[in-house]
């Protein structure tokens, strides 16, 4: 999918089944690429919950300043991603943020307040109230790719940032290329299919797991 010709990206969870969790999502594409910048985003990702008095409803927040283009050797630019609740009840974020080429992925990093690191790698080097999870560490919640994060948002409140700039250097001429960053948020309320609030240590998994166990 090219960002040039293309219109804005939604999707929807619409699978409403009887105790089912349905999730707000919403999808951004952010497109670099040389000669032309463009940053893509529709907001009417509103879905009702149906538990309980109230809506999760979440907006992609974001700080973007792309360069003019893309040239041989670093490439540095202000690219500051978060979610805000923007419902009326709590809770929990995820967000898919890939690359649209893996070869720039492998030339690329990403900076969060702990520093610079290689994007490949970023799910170790995560910032605080982040957490990344692989099929071994869960087979439901890891299956994805998702970055989770793990606090309660509360309504009117954003995540902290998932990462802020973006390094990407090209060693030769012949490979500077356009390419995408792909960021997708979901979101599902704190409470359970009965109403009640998470157990555990890991009540952010828990709500995922329920969730994903149903859909």
């Given at each position: 999918?090219?960002?040039?010709?293309?219109?804005?990206?939604?999707?929807?969870?619409s699978n409403l089944k009887k105790g089912i969790l349905i999730p707000a999502?919403?999808?951004?594409?952010?497109?670099?690429?040389?000669?032309?910048?463009?940053?893509?985003?529709?907001?009417?990702?509103?879905?009702?919950?149906?538990?309980?008095?109230?809506?999760?409803?979440?907006?992609?927040?974001?700080?973007?300043?792309?360069?003019?283009?893309?040239?041989?050797?670093e490439n540095i630019y202000k690219k500051r991603v978060a979610v805000k609740?923007?419902?009326?009840?709590?809770?929990?974020?995820?967000?898919?943020?890939?690359?649209?080429?893996?070869?720039?992925?492998?030339?690329?990093?990403?900076?969060?307040?702990?520093?610079?690191?290689?994007?490949?790698?970023?799910?170790?080097?995560?910032?605080?109230?982040?957490?990344?999870?692989?099929?071994?560490?869960?087979?439901?919640?890891?299956?994805?790719?998702?970055?989770?994060?793990?606090?309660?948002?509360?309504?009117?409140?954003?995540?902290?940032?998932?990462?802020?700039?973006?390094?990407?250097?090209?060693?030769?001429?012949?490979?500077?290329?356009?390419?995408?960053?792909?960021?997708?948020?979901?979101?599902?309320?704190?409470?359970?299919?009965?109403?009640?609030?998470?157990?555990?240590?890991?009540?952010?998994?828990?709500?995922?797991?329920?969730?994903?166990?149903?859909?």
């Amino acid at each position: 999918l090219s960002l040039h010709d293309a219109l804005p990206i939604l999707k929807i969870f619409s699978n409403l089944k009887k105790g089912i969790l349905i999730p707000a999502a919403i999808i951004l594409i952010a497109s670099a690429g040389a000669g032309s910048t463009a940053a893509y985003f529709r907001h009417v990702q509103t879905v009702k919950n149906a538990l309980s008095v109230g809506e999760s409803t979440i907006e992609i927040t974001e700080d973007y300043a792309p360069p003019k283009e893309m040239q041989q050797g670093e490439n540095i630019y202000k690219k500051r991603v978060a979610v805000k609740n923007t419902g009326t009840v709590p809770c929990y974020v995820r967000v898919y943020a890939g690359f649209s080429d893996s070869a720039v992925e492998d030339v690329s990093q990403l900076y969060n307040p702990n520093g610079w690191f290689d994007a490949a790698s970023y799910q170790d080097n995560l910032p605080d109230g982040w957490a990344f999870v692989t099929p071994a560490d869960d087979a439901v919640v890891g299956d994805g790719g998702y970055y989770y994060y793990t606090k309660p948002l509360q309504p009117g409140k954003s995540t902290e940032p998932l990462f802020e700039k973006v390094k990407t250097t090209f060693a030769k001429a012949e490979d500077v290329q356009d390419y995408e960053i792909i960021v997708y948020a979901e979101c599902v309320q704190t409470l359970d299919k009965d109403g009640a609030e998470f157990p555990g240590s890991t009540p952010w998994k828990s709500a995922w797991k329920e969730f994903l166990e149903r859909k």
